[in-house]
């Protein structure tokens, strides 16, 4: 049977050419049924204030440095987008006198913009790299902050940072989730060449490593809304990001939902797919439905209701 052209952007896929069913299921599920989607191998989490929500958040930094030790170490891959977590990791690190650099702790990026082909330098106003560094590792203490070098940032030579999940112990992976339902930038793909008629598999698209991607339109203006006052002027089409090899060689994944990024309704979608395993590459974070460790985070408050409500 023929998949629906998407509503968004007919050249591409989303979740909008999903089986109908499975959108309603998902537009159905009160606050109360999504925290009781947890499985094995899938815990939803739900908080009720939105400090907490941000506590947990940094304090998984916390614990995936304290794991970390010259012998064996370790990190964690963060995102920008939520950034809130960031300060409050820095703040935690100089109140614990957590060394880092003794530790041989290490961070991961998990993306960055491109344009013509390049990174993106740390002066563009929307520089990830340099929102990791602002808001999080130049307020740890000289005595503390980790080298230079255990920062890893997709930038340059994407197949050395890839590499680096092979010589360093991912503990936890974290992530956020865009209106396109994408972590990191693991957008659709366009429906052309052998995905005009379906999108990629979910096996073949998790062999997508680290490597520049072009954006989802939706991603593009999601990015523009929430980091550029609505100037999609500003926001490159073309990202370097973290890909599916590198997920899955994190020991866990850690997804946080506040309800500042995607919508009522896409944050149901996705845990219901991952808790009914159903894996489908137009959703791109329904494919953690196939990772074995894998945590979503709600601000309950965050959660909204999926019901006409005309302004």
Same mark, same amino acid.
């Given at each position: 049977?023929?998949?629906?052209?998407?509503?968004?952007?007919?050249?591409?896929?989303?979740?909008?050419?999903?089986?109908?069913?499975?959108?309603?299921?998902?537009?159905?599920?009160?606050?109360?049924?999504?925290?009781?989607?947890?499985?094995?191998?899938?815990?939803?989490?739900?908080?009720?204030?939105?400090?907490?929500?941000?506590?947990?958040?940094?304090?998984?930094?916390?614990?995936?440095?304290?794991?970390?030790? &010259?012998? /064996?170490?370790?990190?964690?891959?963060? %995102?920008?987008? +939520?950034? *809130?977590? =960031?300060? #409050?990791?820095? !703040?935690? $690190?100089?109140?614990?006198?957590?060394?880092?650099?003794?530790?041989?702790?290490?961070?991961?990026?998990?993306?960055?913009?491109?344009?013509?082909?390049?990174?993106?330098?740390?002066?563009?106003?929307?520089?990830?790299?340099?929102?990791?560094?602002?808001?999080?590792?130049?307020?740890?203490?000289?005595?503390?902050?980790?080298?230079?070098?255990?920062?890893?940032?997709?930038?340059?030579?994407?197949?050395?940072?890839?590499?680096?999940?092979?010589?360093?112990?991912?503990?936890?992976?974290?992530?956020?989730?865009?209106?396109?339902?994408?972590?990191?930038?693991?957008?659709?793909? &366009?429906? /052309?060449?052998?995905?005009?008629?379906? %999108?990629?598999? +979910?096996? *073949?698209? =998790?062999? #997508?490593?680290? !490597?520049? $991607?072009?954006?989802?339109?939706?991603?593009?203006?999601?990015?523009?809304?929430?980091?550029?006052?609505?100037?999609?002027?500003?926001?490159?089409?073309?990202?370097?990001?973290?890909?599916?090899?590198?997920?899955?060689?994190?020991?866990?994944?850690?997804?946080?939902?506040?309800?500042?990024?995607?919508?009522?309704?896409?944050?149901?979608?996705?845990?219901?797919?991952?808790?009914?395993?159903?894996?489908?590459?137009?959703?791109?974070?329904?494919?953690?439905?196939?990772?074995?460790?894998?945590?979503?985070?709600?601000?309950?408050?965050?959660?909204?209701?999926?019901?006409?409500?005309?302004?």
């Amino acid at each position: 049977m023929t998949r629906p052209l998407s509503k968004l952007a007919p050249g591409w896929w989303d979740y909008t050419t999903l089986d109908p069913d499975i959108l309603k299921d998902a537009a159905r599920l009160t606050p109360k049924a999504l925290a009781g989607l947890s499985r094995p191998g899938f815990r939803v989490v739900m908080y009720d204030a939105v400090e907490e929500f941000y506590l947990a958040e940094a304090l998984e930094y916390i614990e995936a440095w304290k794991q970390s030790s &010259p012998g /064996r170490p370790a990190g964690i891959c963060g %995102p920008i987008g +939520p950034t *809130e977590q =960031l300060p #409050l990791a820095a !703040r935690i $690190v100089n109140a614990m006198d957590l060394d880092l650099r003794a530790r041989d702790a290490h961070f991961w990026g998990m993306d960055e913009w491109v344009e013509n082909g390049r990174p993106v330098p740390p002066e563009h106003p929307l520089s990830f790299a340099r929102t990791d560094r602002q808001l999080c590792f130049d307020r740890i203490r000289p005595a503390l902050r980790m080298p230079p070098e255990n920062l890893h940032f997709p930038a340059g030579d994407l197949a050395a940072y890839s590499r680096t999940y092979d010589d360093i112990r991912c503990v936890i992976m974290q992530g956020g989730q865009g209106d396109i339902k994408h972590w990191a930038f693991n957008d659709p793909l &366009p429906r /052309r060449g052998k995905y005009r008629d379906a %999108p990629p598999p +979910p096996r *073949e698209y =998790l062999k #997508l490593g680290t !490597r520049v $991607v072009d954006l989802h339109p939706v991603t593009v203006m999601q990015n523009a809304r929430t980091s550029g006052g609505g100037d999609v002027s500003l926001v490159p089409t073309q990202a370097a990001t973290v890909g599916p090899v590198e997920t899955w060689k994190a020991d866990k994944v850690s997804i946080w939902q506040a309800g500042r990024h995607d919508n009522p309704f896409g944050m149901r979608l996705t845990t219901l797919m991952i808790s009914r395993r159903i894996a489908d590459s137009a959703v791109p974070m329904s494919l953690l439905a196939l990772h074995p460790n894998v945590q979503f985070n709600f601000y309950r408050p965050g959660l909204g209701e999926c019901k006409v409500e005309m302004h």
